[in-house]
């Protein structure tokens, strides 16, 4: 008999069926008893009257495994609109002590740290399948917009000789007895590739050595990186970049209902046209509603972040702003200047919801000038020779960005901690589970 998922038990009214799963519930009440299933698409609920079935699981504990077969009975009122009558019975696996956290509730009380301590278990709990269901999708469809525009996935390495932007963010190990470091980011390969593909793409790991546990930083963490060459302005990287996270939403609403009703959660809102302003500009609208004077800042707190996202929201009912030309100062050395601002430069940052979620920009994409930019930031040309060869031999102009997964998914769903997005989150702290 072929096994029956709990979506489509309502299809099989009055057959007979096979469904497996983890016991989520018992309801022993009696005469008649319920057991809720749960598999990998909901939940089931199973009726139990016959005294040698419910002898059989009387003393299971929840997250024992069985498979049922039965006769599926329509019911409106019931879980998915069917439940299963008359079931026969087969043990699967015994769930051996009871569970450290309970996860059949409607909500987890039980503090960052013991969730992620017994985060195995804890993710079979319904809101965080639902959170880890949605970032699924997330991921499938930046993939699906990138490639709907003609940029070709690749896979850079985690593995690296240099360090991408310098600075002491770096987790340093020997390598076949020689230096080597974790991928702070897959820029200079997306960079590489554009020479080959004009346009690329990734989800890629990478690692920063923080050295402290905040809400929104972790030590591993995946990026939507993106490259593209032939760009007439960085604003075609900001158009593209919108345009993802435009897509990207539409495909959560429409695929994933259930999961964002389980949540109570609502998507962010992104309007047609939203809101691109310069630094210095942020900073003024900043100062004019709030009195506190930043203006001399070469970057935005986290604290302005939210500030700007609320005056921002309530101006333009927008959850996104886009804030360009960051001094040199605060850019890496691959980082275009502005010809009319030399200053400042052609980036980006993506604020969400008060939360950066990507940074960008357009590219040095002249060999001469890449060297004097690297050796303006304290760094040595030797150490990125492979990188700017490339730039001997004719590169366009281009840029990109990257994009953080699990802040994206974060701020979407409006999260208090980036690692209630991280499926196995390492940090300052922590290296397990």
Same mark, same amino acid.
Do not use: W
């Given at each position: 008999?072929?096994?029956?998922?709990?979506?489509?038990?309502?299809?099989?009214?009055?057959?007979?069926?096979?469904?497996?799963?983890?016991?989520?519930?018992?309801?022993?009440?009696?005469?008649?008893?319920?057991?809720?299933?749960?598999?990998?698409?909901?939940?089931?609920?199973?009726?139990?009257?016959?005294?040698?079935?419910?002898?059989?699981?009387?003393?299971?504990?929840?997250?024992?495994?069985?498979?049922?077969?039965?006769?599926?009975?329509?019911?409106?009122?019931?879980?998915?609109?069917?439940?299963?009558?008359?079931?026969?019975?087969?043990?699967?696996?015994?769930?051996?002590?009871?569970?450290?956290?309970?996860?059949?509730?409607?909500?987890?009380?039980?503090?960052?740290?013991?969730?992620?301590?017994?985060?195995?278990?804890?993710?079979?709990?319904?809101?965080?399948?639902?959170?880890?269901?949605?970032?699924?999708?997330?991921?499938?469809?930046?993939?699906?917009?990138?490639?709907?525009?003609?940029?070709?996935?690749?896979?850079?390495?985690?593995?690296?000789?240099?360090?991408?932007?310098?600075?002491?963010?770096?987790?340093?190990?020997?390598?076949?007895?020689?230096?080597?470091?974790?991928?702070?980011?897959?820029?200079?390969?997306?960079?590489?590739?554009?020479?080959?593909?004009?346009?690329? &793409?990734?989800?890629?790991?990478?690692?920063?050595?923080?050295?402290?546990?905040?809400?929104?930083?972790?030590?591993?963490?995946?990026?939507?990186?993106?490259?593209?060459?032939?760009?007439?302005?960085?604003?075609?990287?900001?158009?593209?970049?919108?345009?993802?996270?435009?897509?990207?939403?539409?495909?959560?609403?429409?695929?994933?209902?259930?999961?964002?009703?389980?949540?109570?959660?609502?998507?962010?809102?992104?309007?047609?046209?939203?809101?691109?302003?310069?630094?210095?500009?942020?900073?003024?609208?900043?100062?004019?509603?709030?009195?506190?004077?930043?203006?001399?800042?070469?970057?935005?707190?986290?604290?302005?972040?939210?500030?700007?996202?609320?005056?921002?929201?309530?101006?333009?009912?927008?959850?996104?702003?886009?804030?360009?030309?960051?001094?040199?100062?605060?850019?890496? &050395?691959?980082?275009?200047?502005?010809?009319?601002?030399?200053?400042?430069?052609?980036?980006?940052?993506?604020?969400?919801?008060?939360?950066?979620?990507?940074?960008?920009?357009?590219?040095?994409?002249?060999?001469?000038?890449?060297?004097?930019?690297?050796?303006?930031?304290?760094?040595?040309?030797?150490?990125?020779?492979?990188?700017?060869?490339?730039?001997?031999?004719?590169?366009?102009?281009?840029?990109?960005?990257?994009?953080?997964?699990?802040?994206?998914?974060?701020?979407?769903?409006?999260?208090?901690?980036?690692?209630?997005?991280?499926?196995?989150?390492?940090?300052?702290?922590?290296?397990?589970?």
């Amino acid at each position: 008999m072929k096994r029956i998922y709990s979506l489509d038990l309502k299809k099989h009214n009055k057959e007979n069926v096979l469904v497996k799963g983890h016991i989520f519930q018992k309801r022993m009440m009696g005469k008649v008893n319920f057991i809720i299933l749960r598999d990998r698409d909901g939940l089931i609920q199973i009726v139990l009257k016959d005294a040698k079935e419910i002898l059989k699981v009387q003393d299971l504990m929840d997250e024992s495994v069985i498979e049922v077969k039965g006769i599926c009975v329509y019911d409106d009122r019931s879980l998915n609109k069917a439940e299963i009558h008359e079931p026969k019975i087969t043990i699967i696996s015994k769930v051996t002590e009871p569970l450290k956290i309970e996860i059949n509730k409607p909500e987890i009380h039980a503090n960052i740290d013991t969730i992620l301590d017994n985060r195995p278990i804890v993710l079979r709990a319904p809101k965080e399948r639902a959170i880890f269901k949605i970032q699924a999708t997330m991921a499938q469809a930046y993939r699906e917009y990138a490639i709907s525009e003609n940029a070709t996935e690749i896979f850079p390495p985690t593995i690296v000789g240099s360090a991408t932007e310098g600075g002491s963010e770096l987790f340093k190990f020997k390598y076949y007895g020689k230096d080597a470091y974790l991928s702070q980011s897959a820029q200079l390969y997306k960079q590489i590739m554009v020479g080959v593909f004009e346009k690329v &793409f990734a989800i890629a790991h990478s690692y920063r050595a923080e050295k402290y546990g905040t809400s929104r930083h972790t030590s591993e963490f995946i990026q939507y990186e993106f490259e593209m060459g032939f760009i007439d302005s960085y604003l075609d990287i900001i158009s593209f970049c919108i345009n993802a996270i435009r897509y990207i939403k539409t495909k959560v609403e429409k695929d994933n209902a259930k999961e964002l009703e389980i949540l109570q959660k609502k998507l962010p809102l992104i309007p047609k046209d939203i809101p691109i302003l310069k630094l210095k500009d942020a900073q003024e609208i900043i100062f004019k509603n709030t009195k506190i004077d930043k203006r001399s800042e070469n970057d935005l707190s986290p604290e302005d972040e939210k500030t700007i996202s609320k005056i921002i929201l309530k101006k333009y009912k927008s959850d996104l702003v886009v804030i360009t030309h960051y001094p040199i100062s605060k850019r890496p &050395f691959y980082t275009m200047p502005d010809k009319d601002d030399p200053d400042n430069t052609l980036s980006f940052d993506f604020i969400l919801r008060g939360e950066e979620i990507a940074t960008g920009g357009q590219r040095i994409n002249d060999y001469k000038q890449l060297i004097e930019s690297i050796k303006k930031k304290g760094m040595n040309p030797n150490d990125f020779v492979d990188f700017l060869e490339i730039f001997k031999y004719g590169m366009p102009e281009e840029g990109g960005f990257g994009m953080g997964f699990e802040r994206l998914t974060q701020q979407f769903l409006g999260l208090s901690n980036v690692r209630e997005a991280t499926l196995f989150p390492r940090d300052v702290k922590r290296i397990s589970p």
